[in-house]
T-cell receptor, first 111, second 115 residues
Framework: GDSVTQMEGPVTLSEEAFLTINCTYT??????LFWYVQYPGEGLQLLLK?????DKGSNKGFEATYRKETTSFHLEKGSVQVSDSAVYFC??????????FGTGTRLTIIP | KAGVTQTPRYLIKTRGQQVTLSCSPI?????VSWYQQTPGQGLQFLFE???????NKGNFPGRFSGRQFSNSRSEMNVSTLELGDSALYLC??????????????FGPGTRLTVT
Protein backbone atom coordinates (compact mmCIF):
# COMPACT_ATOMS: atom_id res chain seq x y z
CA GLY A 1 0.00 0.00 0.00
CA ASP A 2 0.89 3.67 -0.04
CA SER A 3 3.33 4.99 2.55
CA VAL A 4 5.30 8.15 3.32
CA THR A 5 8.56 8.26 5.24
CA GLN A 6 9.48 11.58 6.69
CA MET A 7 12.56 12.95 8.41
CA GLU A 8 12.42 12.49 12.16
CA GLY A 9 12.23 15.61 14.25
CA PRO A 10 12.33 17.78 16.08
CA VAL A 11 14.41 20.18 14.02
CA THR A 12 15.76 23.36 15.59
CA LEU A 13 17.33 26.06 13.43
CA SER A 14 18.43 29.64 13.84
CA GLU A 15 16.59 32.37 11.98
CA GLU A 16 17.78 32.79 8.35
CA ALA A 17 19.20 29.25 8.24
CA PHE A 18 18.57 26.90 5.31
CA LEU A 19 15.89 24.27 5.83
CA THR A 20 15.55 20.79 4.35
CA ILE A 21 12.99 18.24 5.51
CA ASN A 22 13.33 14.92 3.73
CA CYS A 23 10.36 12.94 2.45
CA THR A 24 10.25 9.71 0.45
CA TYR A 25 7.22 7.75 -0.62
CA THR A 26 5.99 4.37 -1.83
CA UNK A 27 2.94 4.25 -4.04
CA UNK A 28 1.48 2.43 -6.99
CA UNK A 29 0.96 4.51 -10.08
CA UNK A 30 1.59 8.23 -10.11
CA UNK A 31 0.51 9.88 -6.89
CA UNK A 32 0.10 13.57 -6.20
CA LEU A 33 2.41 14.85 -3.47
CA PHE A 34 1.75 17.49 -0.82
CA TRP A 35 3.29 19.34 2.07
CA TYR A 36 0.92 20.43 4.82
CA VAL A 37 1.72 22.65 7.81
CA GLN A 38 0.06 22.61 11.22
CA TYR A 39 0.40 25.55 13.59
CA PRO A 40 -0.30 25.06 17.31
CA GLY A 41 -3.98 24.54 18.03
CA GLU A 42 -4.97 24.57 14.38
CA GLY A 43 -5.83 22.14 11.62
CA LEU A 44 -3.72 21.41 8.57
CA GLN A 45 -3.04 23.96 5.86
CA LEU A 46 -1.85 23.01 2.40
CA LEU A 47 1.59 24.52 1.89
CA LEU A 48 2.40 23.28 -1.61
CA LYS A 49 1.75 20.42 -4.00
CA UNK A 50 3.10 18.71 -7.12
CA UNK A 51 1.09 16.45 -9.37
CA UNK A 52 3.61 14.88 -11.74
CA UNK A 53 7.28 14.03 -12.05
CA UNK A 54 9.70 17.01 -12.10
CA ASP A 55 6.94 19.42 -11.00
CA LYS A 56 8.11 21.98 -8.45
CA GLY A 57 5.61 23.18 -5.90
CA SER A 58 6.31 26.50 -4.18
CA ASN A 59 4.65 28.82 -1.68
CA LYS A 60 5.80 31.37 0.91
CA GLY A 61 9.46 30.71 0.06
CA PHE A 62 9.12 26.95 0.48
CA GLU A 63 9.83 24.63 -2.45
CA ALA A 64 9.68 20.91 -3.16
CA THR A 65 10.35 19.00 -6.37
CA TYR A 66 8.63 15.73 -7.32
CA ARG A 67 11.48 13.31 -8.03
CA LYS A 68 10.11 10.09 -9.43
CA GLU A 69 13.50 8.43 -9.87
CA THR A 70 14.27 8.76 -6.16
CA THR A 71 10.60 8.72 -5.02
CA SER A 72 11.25 11.86 -3.01
CA PHE A 73 9.62 15.23 -2.32
CA HIS A 74 11.99 17.09 -0.01
CA LEU A 75 10.88 20.43 1.43
CA GLU A 76 13.36 23.33 1.30
CA LYS A 77 13.47 26.97 2.29
CA GLY A 78 16.44 29.24 1.85
CA SER A 79 15.99 31.46 4.91
CA VAL A 80 13.62 30.46 7.70
CA GLN A 81 11.81 32.83 10.03
CA VAL A 82 10.50 32.43 13.55
CA SER A 83 6.97 32.39 12.09
CA ASP A 84 7.83 29.15 10.22
CA SER A 85 7.84 27.25 13.52
CA ALA A 86 5.21 24.54 13.11
CA VAL A 87 4.76 20.85 12.34
CA TYR A 88 5.23 19.88 8.69
CA PHE A 89 3.61 16.83 7.10
CA CYS A 90 4.45 15.22 3.79
CA UNK A 91 1.50 13.44 2.17
CA UNK A 92 0.42 11.67 -1.00
CA UNK A 93 -2.81 10.87 -2.77
CA UNK A 94 -3.25 8.14 -5.34
CA UNK A 95 -6.13 9.87 -7.10
CA UNK A 96 -8.96 9.80 -4.58
CA UNK A 97 -9.69 11.88 -1.49
CA UNK A 98 -7.61 9.72 0.85
CA UNK A 99 -4.36 11.33 1.97
CA UNK A 100 -1.53 9.19 3.34
CA PHE A 101 0.64 11.22 5.70
CA GLY A 102 4.14 10.98 7.05
CA THR A 103 4.70 11.19 10.78
CA GLY A 104 5.33 14.93 10.79
CA THR A 105 8.43 17.00 11.57
CA ARG A 106 8.31 19.60 14.29
CA LEU A 107 10.32 22.67 13.30
CA THR A 108 11.42 25.31 15.80
CA ILE A 109 13.17 28.48 14.67
CA ILE A 110 15.08 30.44 17.29
CA PRO A 111 15.76 34.15 16.84
CA LYS B 1 -16.05 32.09 2.02
CA ALA B 2 -16.36 30.38 5.42
CA GLY B 3 -13.91 27.58 6.13
CA VAL B 4 -14.51 24.09 7.44
CA THR B 5 -16.05 24.18 10.90
CA GLN B 6 -16.01 21.42 13.48
CA THR B 7 -18.01 21.15 16.67
CA PRO B 8 -17.38 20.77 19.47
CA ARG B 9 -13.75 21.85 19.65
CA TYR B 10 -13.08 19.99 22.89
CA LEU B 11 -14.78 17.01 24.45
CA ILE B 12 -14.18 14.84 27.51
CA LYS B 13 -15.85 11.46 27.71
CA THR B 14 -15.63 8.36 29.88
CA ARG B 15 -14.68 4.88 28.70
CA GLY B 16 -17.68 2.99 27.39
CA GLN B 17 -19.62 6.09 26.35
CA GLN B 18 -20.29 7.10 22.79
CA VAL B 19 -19.58 10.41 21.09
CA THR B 20 -20.73 12.28 17.97
CA LEU B 21 -18.59 14.86 16.23
CA SER B 22 -19.83 17.26 13.58
CA CYS B 23 -18.23 18.80 10.51
CA SER B 24 -19.63 21.50 8.22
CA PRO B 25 -17.77 21.67 4.90
CA ILE B 26 -17.05 24.70 2.78
CA UNK B 27 -20.10 25.77 0.81
CA UNK B 28 -20.29 23.84 -2.45
CA UNK B 29 -18.03 21.01 -1.30
CA UNK B 30 -19.61 17.57 -1.50
CA UNK B 31 -16.83 15.42 -0.06
CA VAL B 32 -15.98 15.19 3.63
CA SER B 33 -13.09 13.08 4.95
CA TRP B 34 -12.23 12.29 8.55
CA TYR B 35 -8.79 11.72 10.07
CA GLN B 36 -7.58 10.71 13.50
CA GLN B 37 -4.38 12.34 14.76
CA THR B 38 -2.49 10.84 17.72
CA PRO B 39 1.11 11.23 18.88
CA GLY B 40 1.76 7.52 18.44
CA GLN B 41 0.04 6.76 15.12
CA GLY B 42 0.13 10.17 13.47
CA LEU B 43 -2.57 11.09 10.97
CA GLN B 44 -4.74 8.19 9.89
CA PHE B 45 -7.60 8.21 7.40
CA LEU B 46 -10.94 7.10 8.84
CA PHE B 47 -13.42 7.46 5.95
CA GLU B 48 -14.73 9.73 3.23
CA UNK B 49 -18.29 10.61 2.33
CA UNK B 50 -19.46 11.99 -0.97
CA UNK B 51 -23.08 12.84 -1.74
CA UNK B 52 -24.29 11.00 1.39
CA UNK B 53 -22.42 7.78 0.50
CA UNK B 54 -19.29 6.37 2.06
CA UNK B 55 -16.79 6.26 -0.77
CA ASN B 56 -13.54 5.32 0.96
CA LYS B 57 -12.79 3.66 4.25
CA GLY B 58 -9.62 3.29 6.37
CA ASN B 59 -8.62 0.48 8.71
CA PHE B 60 -10.59 1.30 11.82
CA PRO B 61 -12.92 -0.96 13.81
CA GLY B 62 -16.66 -0.84 13.34
CA ARG B 63 -17.02 1.31 16.47
CA PHE B 64 -16.12 4.21 14.21
CA SER B 65 -18.92 5.21 11.87
CA GLY B 66 -20.08 8.23 10.01
CA ARG B 67 -22.76 9.71 7.87
CA GLN B 68 -23.36 12.62 5.60
CA PHE B 69 -26.50 14.66 5.19
CA SER B 70 -28.04 16.14 2.07
CA ASN B 71 -26.47 19.54 2.84
CA SER B 72 -23.03 17.81 2.92
CA ARG B 73 -22.59 18.23 6.65
CA SER B 74 -21.09 15.13 8.18
CA GLU B 75 -21.03 13.46 11.56
CA MET B 76 -18.79 10.76 12.89
CA ASN B 77 -19.69 8.55 15.80
CA VAL B 78 -17.50 6.49 18.07
CA SER B 79 -19.26 3.94 20.24
CA THR B 80 -17.93 2.17 23.34
CA LEU B 81 -15.07 4.62 23.78
CA GLU B 82 -11.62 3.34 24.73
CA LEU B 83 -8.71 5.26 26.23
CA GLY B 84 -6.87 4.85 22.93
CA ASP B 85 -9.56 6.84 21.13
CA SER B 86 -8.22 10.02 22.72
CA ALA B 87 -7.08 12.05 19.75
CA LEU B 88 -7.55 15.11 17.59
CA TYR B 89 -10.20 14.33 14.97
CA LEU B 90 -9.85 16.37 11.81
CA CYS B 91 -12.27 16.69 8.98
CA UNK B 92 -11.47 17.91 5.49
CA UNK B 93 -13.73 18.98 2.69
CA UNK B 94 -13.32 19.16 -1.08
CA UNK B 95 -15.40 19.21 -4.24
CA UNK B 96 -14.84 15.47 -4.45
CA UNK B 97 -13.05 15.23 -7.76
CA UNK B 98 -9.88 13.70 -6.28
CA UNK B 99 -6.25 14.72 -6.56
CA UNK B 100 -4.73 16.29 -8.56
CA UNK B 101 -7.82 18.14 -9.73
CA UNK B 102 -9.02 18.91 -6.25
CA UNK B 103 -7.70 20.29 -2.97
CA UNK B 104 -8.76 19.39 0.55
CA UNK B 105 -9.35 22.01 3.22
CA PHE B 106 -9.06 21.03 6.86
CA GLY B 107 -11.02 22.16 9.87
CA PRO B 108 -9.45 23.01 13.24
CA GLY B 109 -10.31 19.63 14.69
CA THR B 110 -12.14 18.27 17.73
CA ARG B 111 -9.92 17.29 20.65
CA LEU B 112 -11.45 14.18 22.28
CA THR B 113 -10.18 13.04 25.65
CA VAL B 114 -11.37 9.69 27.02
CA THR B 115 -10.91 9.12 30.76
Amino acid sequence: GDSVTQMEGPVTLSEEAFLTINCTYTATGYPSLFWYVQYPGEGLQLLLKATKADDKGSNKGFEATYRKETTSFHLEKGSVQVSDSAVYFCALSSGNEKLTFGTGTRLTIIP
Amino acid sequence: KAGVTQTPRYLIKTRGQQVTLSCSPISGHRSVSWYQQTPGQGLQFLFEYFSETQRNKGNFPGRFSGRQFSNSRSEMNVSTLELGDSALYLCASSRGQGAPRDEQYFGPGTRLTVT
